[in-house]
């Protein structure tokens, strides 16, 4: 008898690794078909708690499986891969890592971002946001003002849907709608895969954010889904997370 399919939520910026694991699972594992749903993980954990029926939950922060947790539909949620921050920056304007944050605080750059709260990237940007000040990278009021100043161009319920078969952050730099985007450093490296002509500039660690990505599984979940989420901490699906520039555990 066929097995039934199982259903996974995961964060976009987990559609290359995780669709490249689902294959190697389905096909060397003997598992059953995946069928992913993929988006900012804010508004999956909405999709969620409304009711979607989502067997495996993959976000890009630990908070919004930890929440479906602590509603008791979903065991523990646990660590099972991390990434970072990098700016994805347009052709012809000279910035480096020194000299970012400048940049960032110039009135004529377009700063861009996920959205908060809906996606943990926006989370994370206005997270280092803060940084900048705390840490004395800029003068006081400087997290204010690049809040302030940040155009939340994806990730959000009203957000323009993102295009099917592109990186949407590269789409949105090299279309001029932001000098700088703020965003996961595995995201980047996929946008300028995509559009040579973009920079990919490193975050000083001082103010970079680490992102934490969670898994949790349905506390009913079929042995398929139980299995696929084994199969993401297992030695083979960490390879693939790591390939594709994710951070080990």
């Known amino acids: 008898m066929a097995q039934s399919t199982v259903p996974v939520f995961a964060a976009g910026s987990l559609r290359g690794p995780l669709t490249e694991a689902a294959k190697a699972f389905e096909a060397g594992v003997g598992g059953a078909p995946v069928d992913f749903s993929f988006g900012a993980s804010g508004l999956l954990r909405d999709r969620i708690h409304a009711g979607a029926d989502a067997q495996v939950f993959a976000s890009a922060n630990m908070a919004h499986p930890q929440a479906l947790s602590a509603a008791g539909s979903f065991g523990p949620t646990q660590v099972f891969t991390r990434n970072a921050l990098c700016a994805l920056v347009r052709p012809g304007l000279a910035v480096d890592t020194n000299t970012l944050v400048a940049t960032l605080l110039r009135p004529d750059v377009k700063l861009g971002t996920s959205t908060p709260k809906a996606d943990p990237s926006g989370d994370y940007a206005f997270e280092m946001f803060q940084r900048i000040e705390s840490t004395g990278a800029a003068p006081a009021g400087s ?107």
């Open 143 to 249: 997290g204010a003002a690049l809040a302030a100043k940040a155009l939340q161009l994806t990730g959000g319920p009203n957000s323009p849907p993102p295009p099917a078969d592109r990186n949407v952050y590269g789409v949105l730099v090299a279309s001029g709608q932001a000098d700088v985007f703020i965003t996961y450093c595995t995201n980047a490296v996929v946008a300028r895969r995509e559009q040579p002509q973009l920079q990919v500039v490193d975050i000083a660690p001082a103010i970079n954010v680490a992102a934490d990505y969670g898994l949790a599984v349905r506390k009913d979940a079929s042995p398929a889904a139980q299995a696929f989420a084994a199969y993401l901490l297992s030695p083979a699906g960490q390879a693939i997370l790591r390939k594709a520039g994710f951070g080990a555990l």
